[in-house]
């Protein structure tokens, strides 16, 4: 009778022939992903409609039996699956972070991630490989949740306790309908707009979960607030344990007699600390004196490690933390502040434990005899950065006289660190001098402006000195075979490195190129175009051509610096790294050798110590971009001056001059052209007018918009608010975008 109906009719309704377990056998036996074509085939002799196939393999993909693959499904107990960690861009496309290191990243698209969130641990699947880039992938199941709570904005009010609420972070694209009771009937009922931070709980339907309110942050406007959900976004420390608490506390108010013992007396030396004027934690201080035509520095470094013994439960938070992390009203210190801000501070006029780096140097700048060895200390003077621009490079008479005692040696200092800055200089030291942002607050905390720190050969003087102190260290300790946690940076990316020198190649910069251009030419070219009209283009192509830093125990050298041998030892206070390298000096000291099973442990400090400093990096970008947005909201319609900072085939990004912001111009918002993309100019080009866009071009905009969920900045361009430029007659392979 089966075969007298007509082929794909079910006797019993839709998919009444088909059976799970039957085509699970198919795909067994097959041995090979199968399309779905393939799986009918096999099927001969059995009723059923195609749709309704296709619908049985939806479901068994979403059941996790099956997965997606390039031409069609694959057994997912046949698939060789990988683990990682999945990190969601805001633009919603996935990499899957693989455990096994010596794997690439592999691509997610953002139909292929389900229900996995960023951060989550999953086992990935791979769909499609490639040879030049990451191989494609999707997400077959989440082993762990990388969140437990997320804070969320409130949406709205759905019932007295039930609110519609959607997380800060746009990398999470979920919502969650929240039960929220304030604790007292005189705390607030949240609204619209409010942030709350959320425990999540289980799946209701398709993106959207439900959830437990656990406290009310306040107000989506308020900078403290903001801070605050930023610090639960990337899960930065809060409190310290009270364990923690209790050993900082045990210790004493300052050094005694008996901390003096095996150390050097420096206490009569000029000793001074130089920071910003809001400083609280002072880890470095400086001495230099003039020899003849020589001199001799000393930098001096709390001597953390004295208060923080391995093993101890401050040091494991201090591990934990890796770093301080810092905001524009708060910090989360690595050490809590009765060491951060007293105890280990260099502050003026007490004695203080330090780790001593003494450099002889040449009158023109080269390093000589080195020692290194513990000493106690007394700071003469707390100066500030500006305080010594005022007296030393602006010859301000009111402030040389204030500082008048410690003048003579900030002189031969100064002298001493341009001789420093010229021996990096010439051997190939990158300086790309970007402008950092400074948020300044009115009394409310309401920010008031957010301009370029002002940057000085105040702040060059220590940074010289610093940078001197954390080589000779790293010597010391090689020199000595002593194991070390060395800063690492990598020559640049090829690839790009190629297409910046093909770039310069059509710029006025082409004669100064040499044959054949690598690396070690990156550095003559940032100072052939110094002070040009390609500065602006050149030094911020060279920086998309770096790697990231990172701490590492084997020596590979620190390219940005052009330092062969390299290590952070000068601010134990708030980075981990440098604890690890003042204990392994006390160890060659002390004439001890590092047990093996320390050694291996050393490689696996490196790398969480390397994670959380990327953790703090994204938090500060984060913070920075809501604060923005914030000061921005009010400003909708006010016209700004800029440059263009960055292109892509959907626009361009322009740094703003009045205020030190960035904000994007969408092709979709300009209606005199199409225009075409030619990425290795880094070029927008209108097809019908040859209007032109480039890096570091003026342009006058309007802000449109800001959008705190997506932390976005629009603006508008004025017509006729651009440079003109001719176009160019070189046809170069673009990428071509409509206006949409």
């Not at 619908?55 to 694959?74: D, P, S, T, Y």
């Not at 709390?302 to 708060?330: K, M, T, W």
């Not at 938090?619 to 440059?643: P, Q, Y």
């Amino acid at each position: 009778m089966t075969a007298r109906r007509r082929k794909g009719r079910s006797p019993k309704g839709p998919g009444a022939g088909l059976d799970t377990a039957a085509i699970l056998r198919i795909f067994r036996e097959s041995g090979k992903p199968l399309s779905d074509k393939e799986v009918a085939r096999s099927l001969q002799g059995t009723a059923f409609k195609f749709h309704d196939l296709r619908h049985m393999l939806e479901n068994l993909g979403e059941a996790g039996k099956l997965i997606r693959v390039q031409k069609g499904w694959g057994l997912l107990e046949s698939m060789r699956l990988l683990t990682g960690v999945l990190e969601i861009s805001r633009s919603g496309v996935g990499y899957v972070l693989p455990d096994d290191k010596r794997r690439k990243d592999i691509f997610i698209h953002p139909k292929d991630i389900g229900d996995a969130w960023h951060g989550d641990r999953v086992a990935v699947a791979v769909t499609r490989e490639r040879k030049d880039k990451n191989h494609e992938g999707r997400v077959a199941r989440v082993i762990e949740r990388g969140v437990a709570t997320l804070p969320c904005r409130v949406i709205k009010r759905m019932a007295p306790d039930l609110f519609l609420c959607r997380p800060t972070d746009a990398r999470h694209s979920m919502s969650f309908m929240v039960d929220y009771i304030p604790p007292t009937p005189e705390d607030p009922v949240p609204g619209p707009e409010d942030i709350m931070n959320v425990g999540v709980g289980e799946k209701l339907e398709y993106k959207l979960y439900s959830g437990k309110g656990l406290e009310l942050l306040g107000a989506q406007g308020d900078v403290a607030v903001q801070e605050r959900l930023v610090k639960l976004n990337h899960d930065i420390p809060g409190p310290f344990p009270p364990k923690t608490i209790n050993e900082a506390e045990a210790l004493p108010e300052a050094p005694g007699e008996a901390d003096f013992a095996g150390r050097k007396d420096l206490r009569d030396l000029t000793f001074v600390t130089i920071d910003g004027a809001k400083a609280r934690d002072f880890d470095d201080a400086i001495y230099v004196k003039k020899r003849g035509r020589a001199y001799t520095l000393w930098v001096a470094i709390a001597d953390v490690s004295h208060y923080v013994p391995e093993g101890s439960a401050l040091d494991a938070e201090a591990l934990e933390r890796g770093n301080s992390y810092y905001f524009p009203q708060s910090v989360e210190p690595m050490l809590p502040e009765r060491l951060s801000n007293g105890l280990c501070s260099l502050n003026p006029n007490v004695p203080r434990l330090a780790m001593v780096a003494e450099i002889d140097f040449s009158a023109k700048g080269l390093p000589g005899r080195t020692d290194i060895y513990p000493a106690v200390i007394e700071s003469k003077a707390r100066l500030t950065y500006a305080q010594v621009n005022r007296a030393l490079l602006l010859d301000d008479e009111a402030e040389r006289e204030k500082i008048a005692a410690v003048l003579p040696m900030l002189t031969t200092a100064e002298v001493l660190a341009r001789a420093i800055n010229a021996v990096r200089t010439e051997r190939g030291n990158l300086d790309f001098d970007l402008p950092e942002p400074e948020i300044l607050f009115n009394f409310q905390g309401e920010t008031q402006d957010i301009r370029p720190k002002v940057r000085h050969f105040g702040h060059q003087i220590v940074e010289e000195f610093m940078i001197a102190a954390n080589e000779a260290v790293a010597r010391f300790l090689t020199e000595k075979d002593a194991p070390v946690l060395y800063r690492v940076h990598p020559e640049p990316d090829p690839t790009k490195l190629e297409a910046f020198f093909k770039l310069l190649a059509t710029t006025d910069l082409a004669p100064k190129l040499p044959p054949t251009p690598g690396p070690g030419d990156l550095a003559t070219m940032l100072r052939a175009a110094s002070g040009t009209d390609l500065d602006f283009l050149v030094s911020r192509i060279a920086l998309r051509t770096m790697m990231q830093a990172s701490y590492s125990p084997k020596l590979d050298g620190h390219f940005g610096l052009a330092s062969t041998c390299y290590c952070h030892f000068t601010s134990p206070i708030r980075r981990y790294a440098d604890l690890v390298v003042h204990r392994s000096i006390k160890n060659v000291l002390a004439g001890k050798t590092v047990p093996e099973k320390k050694l291996a442990r050393l490689a696996k400090v490196a790398e969480h110590i390397s994670r959380r400093e990327r953790v703090a990096m994204e938090a500060e970008r984060e913070i920075l971009k809501r604060v923005t947005v914030l000061f921005l909201a009010d400003k909708v319609s006010r016209r700004f001056t800029g440059v263009v900072s960055s292109i892509a085939d959907f626009g361009f990004w322009v740094e703003l001059k009045e205020v030190m912001a960035e904000g994007m111009v969408r092709l979709s918002s300009l209606s005199d052209d199409y225009y075409t993309y030619f990425p290795e100019r880094h070029e927008l080009i209108g097809e019908r007018t040859g209007r032109r866009f480039r890096l570091g071009q003026s342009v006058e905009v309007e802000l449109t918009g800001v959008d705190m969920g997506r932390l976005s900045v629009d603006l508008g361009l004025v017509e006729g608010g651009e440079a003109p430029l001719a176009l160019p007659t070189a046809k170069r392979k673009s990428s071509r975008r409509r206006r949409k």
